[in-house]
């Protein structure tokens, strides 16, 4: 049984990089440490030009992840799908490397009979209801998202909302990109409820650069310091219960 935790980096954006390293790259060093990178491009009535299409699906690509490209109007819905919809990929992923093991090299769940493939699908499901989750939310603020941010904070806490429902943990943390001082910016630490960031949605401030790459990079960063704290936290509960033995 899969019992570990699944790790995601969800960027919403509008369009092209402009500025530091190059983010499909970014992208390939998360998911070689194990955090998919899922991709929202948002769109209003305008079409997103070509560079900011083909620049969304590679960094999606590249990280493991679901991209999709949507109208502001319908961002909630999306960012539930995307989000649920790479959990279960990375599930499945998991479960199908399982069954390599179990039923030689070549397995995979296509190959089963299609009962067997329903069982599978089942324990699928059951997972991305009881596994912990560990979400990380990228949100371009550069300067033509500004009509956008209503609408995104109102898909993240859609989203809060939708996944509490879920039985296993979930931890939320928010970043924005540029920030006021810096090419990113923390708006929410790790926590399982997002209802605070309704007030600091209100103050952001728009610019005009997309450091897509440095936010990447600073969420790979908050993924690592998050995991060295945990284990640290419970290397201390170790020693703390030796020394009490």
């Given at each position: 049984?899969?019992?570990?935790?699944?790790?995601?980096?969800?960027?919403?954006?509008?369009?092209?990089?402009?500025?530091?390293?190059?983010?499909?790259?970014?992208?390939?060093?998360?998911?070689?440490?194990?955090?998919?990178?899922?991709?929202?491009?948002v769109v209003e009535q305008d079409i997103i030009d070509e560079k900011g299409m083909t620049e969304i699906e590679g960094i999606a690509l590249s990280g493991g992840g679901v991209s999709q490209i949507v109208y502001?109007?319908?961002?909630?819905?999306?960012?539930?799908?995307?989000?649920?919809?790479?959990?279960?990929?990375?599930?499945?992923?998991?479960?199908?490397?399982?069954?390599?093991?179990?039923?030689?090299?070549?397995?995979?769940?296509?190959?089963?009979?299609?009962?067997?493939?329903?069982?599978?699908?089942?324990?699928?499901?059951?997972?991305?209801?009881?596994?912990?989750?560990?979400?990380?939310?990228?949100?371009?603020?550069?300067?033509?998202?500004?009509?956008?941010?209503?609408?995104?904070?109102?898909?993240?806490?859609?989203?809060?909302?939708?996944?509490?429902?879920?039985?296993?943990?979930?931890?939320?943390?928010?970043?924005?990109?540029?920030?006021?001082?810096?090419?990113?910016?923390?708006?929410?630490?790790?926590?399982?409820?997002?209802?605070?960031?309704?007030?600091?949605?209100?103050?952001?401030?728009?610019?005009?650069?997309?450091?897509?790459?440095?936010?990447?990079?600073?969420?790979?960063?908050?993924?690592?310091?998050?995991?060295?704290?945990?284990?640290?936290?419970?290397?201390?509960?170790?020693?703390?219960?030796?020394?009490?033995?």
């Open positions: 049984m899969y019992t570990g935790k699944i790790r995601q980096i969800l960027l919403i954006t509008d369009g092209c990089s402009n500025q530091g390293e190059d983010p499909i790259a970014m992208a390939a060093l998360a998911k070689e440490q194990g955090i998919t990178v899922n991709v929202i491009g502001a109007q319908a961002l909630s819905q999306t960012v539930q799908m995307v989000t649920r919809k790479a959990m279960n990929q990375t599930i499945q992923g998991v479960v199908n490397s399982q069954l390599k093991q179990i039923l030689g090299r070549s397995q995979t769940m296509e190959d089963l009979p299609p009962e067997k493939r329903g069982e599978v699908m089942e324990i699928v499901d059951e997972l991305g209801e009881t596994v912990e989750l560990d979400v990380l939310i990228l949100v371009d603020t550069s300067a033509s998202m500004k009509h956008k941010l209503p609408m995104v904070k109102e898909a993240l806490f859609d989203l809060s909302l939708s996944l509490n429902a879920r039985s296993g943990e979930n931890q939320f943390s928010v970043y924005v990109f540029p920030g006021k001082k810096n090419d990113v910016e923390k708006l929410l630490d790790w926590t399982p409820k997002m209802q605070s960031l309704t007030s600091v949605f209100s103050q952001l401030s728009t610019g005009g650069i997309t450091p897509t790459g440095p936010a990447l990079r600073t969420a790979i960063s908050a993924f690592n310091q998050k995991q060295s704290l945990r284990s640290l936290l419970s290397r201390d509960d170790e020693s703390y219960f030796e020394e009490s033995m």
